[in-house]
């Protein structure tokens, strides 16, 4: 019995650690997907997160090459899924365009990151 109370007290802060690095929305994938090269323009981009997020303080912009903002400023979170960000994008020309990303997660956790993507004819 002793023993196994020292295991749990020795393992107990590990645990702590790993419930704690759980609790943030962090970037699983997106649609176009990161680094990639899409032939032809998409018409939004989409961000699948690990956690479902707080829409108020969550935020994605797209930039063109200039640092300009592309997208249509329309960000939103899925009505069925609120793990799932996206902006409408307008046609885009051939480029590389950045995706910057800020997510805050239900349980207050912020997270940011960026991208890139390039469009080709």
Not at 6 to 33: E, Q, R
């Amino acid at each position: 019995m002793k023993r196994s109370l020292l295991m749990l007290l020795a393992f107990a802060p590990a645990m702590m650690f790993v419930s704690l690095a759980g609790a943030h929305a962090f970037l699983d994938h997106a649609t176009p997907a990161v680094g990639s090269m899409v032939h032809g323009a998409p018409a939004q981009v989409r961000l699948w997160f690990t956690q479902e997020l707080e829409p108020a303080f969550s935020s994605v912009r797209v930039l063109d090459a200039s640092g300009k903002q592309v997208d249509a400023k329309d960000k939103q979170l899925d009505a069925k899924d609120a793990s799932i960000m996206r902006v409408s994008l307008p046609p885009l020309p051939p480029g590389k365009y950045r995706v910057v990303w800020r997510a805050l997660s239900i349980d207050t956790h912020a997270t940011d990151g960026d991208f890139t993507f390039e469009v080709r004819p």
